[in-house]
């Protein structure tokens, strides 16, 4: 079974950036390609950003243009640039890819 590692978070000021990583014990991404989730205290887990095999990107509106996936096939490993950073961002993030999902990283965005 695969397994996903989230890594990078933190305490970031607002406006602030981040760089996440999600590695994979195989290398699935650029088979299956992957997607970042989060989930603040009291709210559903919401979709954030996704890059298929091929590599196309997308992302969630509220993200759009602040965050950035992206993959290094070589490392098995998928990023997720976040810049411009705000309080609503915060919460836990997690890398999910063919039906696995990573133990998460916290994202706090406060002053």
């Known amino acids: 079974q695969v397994q996903l590692v989230e890594s990078g978070g933190g305490l970031v000021q607002p406006g602030g950036s981040l760089r996440l990583s999600c590695v994979a014990s195989?290398?699935?991404?650029?088979?299956?390609?992957a997607g970042w989730y989060r989930q603040a205290p009291g709210n559903q887990r919401e979709w954030v950003a996704r890059?298929?095999?091929?590599?196309?990107?997308t992302y969630a509106d509220s993200v759009k243009g602040r965050f950035a996936i992206s993959r290094d096939n070589t490392k098995s490993t998928v990023y997720l640039e976040m810049n411009n950073l705000k309080p609503e961002d915060t919460a836990v993030y997690y890398c999910?890819?063919?039906?696995?999902w990573g133990q998460g990283t916290q994202v706090t965005v406060s002053s």
């Open positions: 999910n890819s063919f039906g696995a």
């Open positions: 195989t290398n699935i991404f650029r088979v299956y390609g």
């Open positions: 890059i298929t095999s091929s590599g196309i990107r």
